[in-house]
């Protein structure tokens, strides 16, 4: 059974307002990925680490979004403008390997932006 | 970049009847396959997966069949149950430094009428 913990379930914002979320991975594991999964249930992929450096992440993420996984602290995603398209379903998932292995998911966050 | 379609976006059978999902990608350079149920409030579930390097792959009630030349992937589920009403996702992985994150199909939600 997956142990990646989410936090907070529910996030409500402003528009304007910082969002922010955090992610223990499964014990062991130093590949955390983030995702955001849309209404339409459509994956974006965000940005991904090993350890607690940044492997790739999206334009999106490095203009409008912050996101770190220091060691012995959960992973952590900021949204630092919220936007109504933001509005989402962030999912945390932790992997021993960059690739090709199987990938861990939270049970995620749900951002509403009001 | 890759591109994951999914086929049919619903399906809704009577108990005990068989399904089949049907999967197509575009990179040829994918390698894993993973595959995930998703209920409502519940974190994405591994349910199987398939490396480039086979052709087929049953665990229990699902059978999933790749079809390298054609880059198209399906899987059968047998016996169904009220139990495995969610809405189900292939994804496509490449194994290239930096490229681990996992493309989404666009989900096919399944309903099992009792």
């Known amino acids: 059974n997956s142990k990646v913990i989410q936090t907070p379930r529910y996030l409500v914002k402003g528009q304007g307002q910082k969002a922010k979320m955090r992610c223990i991975p499964e014990?062991?594991?130093?590949?955390v990925f983030w995702y955001q999964q849309n209404k339409n249930n459509e994956f974006k992929f965000l940005i991904n680490?090993?350890?607690?450096?940044?492997?790739?992440q999206i334009d999106m993420t490095e203009k409008r979004f912050s996101a770190e996984c220091p060691s012995n602290s959960p992973c952590s995603l900021e949204i630092q403008s919220s936007e109504a398209g933001d509005s989402a379903l962030y999912l945390c998932?932790?992997?021993?390997?960059?690739?090709?292995?199987?990938?861990?998911f939270g049970k995620g966050t749900r951002l509403t932006v009001v | 970049g890759e591109q994951v379609e999914q086929l049919p976006s619903s399906l809704i059978v009577q108990e005990g009847a068989s399904v089949l999902i049907n999967c197509s990608y575009t990179?040829?350079?994918?390698?894993?396959f993973p595959w995930y149920k998703q209920e409502p409030g519940k974190r994405l579930q591994f349910i199987i997966d398939?490396?480039?390097?086979?052709e087929r792959k049953q665990t229990q009630r699902l059978t999933l069949l790749f079809d390298k030349k054609t880059k198209h992937l399906s899987l059968h589920i047998t016996a169904t149950q009220p139990g495995d009403s969610a809405i189900y996702f292939c994804?496509?992985?490449?194994?290239?430094?930096?490229?681990?994150?996992?493309?989404f199909g666009q989900g096919t939600k399944l309903s099992i009428k009792p």
């Open positions: 998932a932790s992997s021993l390997a960059q690739s090709n292995t199987e990938v861990f």
């Open positions: 014990k062991g594991h130093p590949v």
């Open positions: 680490f090993q350890n607690q450096e940044v492997l790739q």
């Open positions: 990179d040829s350079a994918s390698v894993y």
């Open positions: 398939i490396r480039s390097n086979m």
């Open positions: 994804s496509a992985s490449i194994m290239n430094y930096n490229q681990g994150k996992l493309i």
